[in-house]
């Protein structure tokens, strides 16, 4: 089983940026599907960005795609890290996010491992 712990998170004012960190544990870190996924104050949880084991492939939900806000999932393998990068967030981006796992499978939900989350609170 692979423990996953996010940071990055904090306050920011709207129009800033953030990178959100997820450091899996164990060795095998490379063979996991990773994603993030987010939920807002009196929301579900909603799935944001997935990215392959390799990297080469990413995949991003639909509700967060040509949105004034930019959000960018990338890993680093030799890191053991994955990323998700947000620029020109907005206040309605406000949420707990949370980095999530799993062996195989396509890039978007289900996933079977989580983090505890991380705070984004955007500020208008």
């Known amino acids: 089983q692979v423990q996953l712990v996010e940071s990055g998170g904090g306050l920011v004012q709207a129009g800033g940026s953030l990178r959100l960190s997820c450091a899996p544990s164990?060795?095998?870190?490379?063979?996991?599907?990773m994603g993030w996924f987010r939920q807002a104050p009196g929301k579900d949880r909603e799935f944001v960005a997935g990215?392959?084991?390799?990297?080469?492939?990413?995949?991003?939900?639909d509700s967060v795609k040509g949105r004034f806000t930019i959000f960018t999932i990338s890993r680093d393998n030799a890191k053991n890290t994955v990323y998700l990068q947000m620029n020109s967030l907005k206040p309605e981006d406000t949420a707990v996010y949370y980095c999530?796992?799993?062996?195989?499978?396509?890039?978007?939900?289900?996933?079977?491992?989580w983090g505890q989350g991380t705070q984004v609170t955007v500020s208008s």
């Open positions: 164990g060795r095998t870190f490379g063979r996991y599907v």
């Open positions: 990215i392959s084991w390799s990297g080469g492939s990413s995949y991003y939900a």
């Open positions: 999530a796992a799993k062996i195989g499978g396509g890039l978007g939900p289900p996933y079977d491992y």
